[in-house]
T-cell receptor
């Protein structure tokens, strides 16, 4: 069974700062790892995913994430945040193959102070 | 224009009643899902369908029944509603059930009194 954990419920940073949102997973086989963003009152939107190859993946709006097998992590980063990045960020994991579904972490609420 | 339409956006129901949540996707996807989000639990997977066939059901209660009349429709019927059913229900889709990029609707916020 795959599990995913996001240790930080809330993160507050100033506009222009860098940020890292943490995600750790537990699974023994081949997996997909993804990040999604949810603005208040809306559904989730896909940011990026990793399944093989270069452990650093680029997403939309300057976000990137780095996969680490040794740390069982897939942390999301942005070098310079904007107030519009304020949202809840969800990490998700799913196994490869047909008929699997994505399990989501509890989410990290990012607040960017202007 | 939204590509996944969920109706209604807000829904208030009384305990014991029955409601149907509507979901239509116009992305040409073959797999559809229902997730539930509440204050008590994180985003929780409920059902997945692929080519109108049930692939996975992680919902313990039979009060929740998905209904797929067309490939791009996956409605959710909830019977004998309870206050604990209050949550936001999200419909999602993906190209097929091996693809792991989900596209979400805006959700239906259900309140059971």
């Amino acid at each position: 069974t795959q599990t995913v954990s996001q240790s930080d419920a809330h993160v507050t940073v100033f506009e222009g700062d860098s940020v890292e949102l943490r995600c750790n997973y537990s699974y023994g086989g081949s997996i997909y790892l993804s990040w999604y963003i949810q603005h208040h009152g809306h559904g989730l939107q896909f940011l990026l995913k990793y399944y093989s190859g270069n452990p650093v993946v680029q997403g939309v709006n300057g976000f990137e994430a780095e996969f680490s097998k040794s740390d069982s992590s897939f942390h999301l980063r942005k070098a310079s945040v904007h107030w519009s990045d304020s949202a809840v960020y969800f990490c998700a994991v799913s196994a490869w193959g047909s008929g699997t579904y994505q399990r989501f972490g509890t989410g990290t609420k990012l607040q960017v102070v202007p | 224009d939204p590509k996944i339409i969920q109706k209604p956006k807000y829904l208030v129901a009384v305990t014991g009643s029955e409601k149907i949540l509507i979901c239509e996707q116009y992305l040409g996807h073959n797999a559809m899902y229902w997730y539930r989000q509440s204050a008590k639990k994180p985003l929780e997977f409920m059902f997945s369908y692929s080519y109108q066939k049930l692939m996975d059901n992680q919902t313990a209660s039979s009060r929740f029944q998905p209904q797929s009349s067309k490939k791009n429709h996956l409605d959710l019927q909830i019977t004998a509603l309870k206050p604990d059913d209050s949550a936001t229900y999200f419909c999602a889709s993906s190209q097929d059930d091996t693809q792991n990029t989900l596209y979400f609707g805006a959700g239906t916020r259900l309140s059971v009194l």
